[in-house]
């Protein structure tokens, strides 16, 4: 899988001194619970588990690799990351794919980006959704608000009025609506990313859904 090259550690720094917060959602129904290891050390005291969102953390170092492990008892490595890692920014690494087929992906984000206009805040659109391949159309109150995100790929930040709002998502080509996402309230001067995971062509805890999260 690819990954961006490091520009070199800073393992001596406070995680307050870093200030960079790492989020993680794992949306692999089969990959069952991750530990993160930077620079080899546990961060995280609680794995991470499919669907679950923990929020952000700030993270102890910048030093490569960050590995992610198994929280069953081999504790093997599943993949690692060499991100460049800024200092006051956020970022979250989705999860998603499948195991048994040797599908997981990994999609990084920069969640920090400058202020909306007065009155507005901000969303995105992340496609997680493995059987999304041809891509995800969202309408925000009945209008379009993203068009043709592939699977694994995400928009940019769109600038919204404050207010309250009725997210349908469909595939794109087609008018049925496969998830609708009502009553989502954007602040103003807020930031948001909607994402997209799970399976069409199931109907069990992995079938195709969607959720909100807050970057600032």
């Known amino acids: 899988m690819a990954t961006i090259s490091s520009c070199g550690g800073q ?3 406070s995680p307050t001194g870093l200030n960079i917060k790492y989020r993680v959602i794992n949306l692999s129904p089969d990959l069952f619970p991750v530990y993160l290891f930077v620079d080899f050390k546990k961060v995280n005291t609680t794995p991470f588990t499919f669907t679950v969102d923990h929020g952000y953390f700030f993270v102890p170092s910048i030093d490569n690799p960050y590995q992610f492990r198994s929280a069953l008892v081999s504790g093997a490595e599943l993949f690692e990351r060499n991100d460049s890692l800024k200092s006051g920014l956020r970022y979250t690494l989705f999860i998603t794919g499948n195991v048994a ?9 920069v969640d920090t980006a400058s202020s909306a206009k007065l009155g507005r ?3 995105r659109f992340v496609n997680a959704s493995p059987t999304s391949v041809n891509g995800l159309d969202v309408t925000a109150n009945g209008t379009p608000a993203f068009s043709k995100i592939l699977y694994t790929n995400h928009s940019k930040f769109v600038e919204l009025p404050a207010g309250n709002y009725d997210f349908q998502i469909n595939s794109t080509g087609s ?5 609708d996402l009502p009553g989502v309230t954007i602040q103003d001067g807020r930031l948001y990313t909607l994402y997209a995971y799970g399976y069409t062509t199931r109907i069990d805890t992995a079938a195709f859904n969607a959720a909100v999260i807050t970057n600032q």
């Open 175 to 179: 008018s049925m609506v496969i998830k």
């Open 11 to 13: 393992g001596a720094a």
């Open 101 to 109: 087929d040797g599908s997981i992906k990994q999609i990084f984000t």
């Open 121 to 123: 805040g901000k969303i």
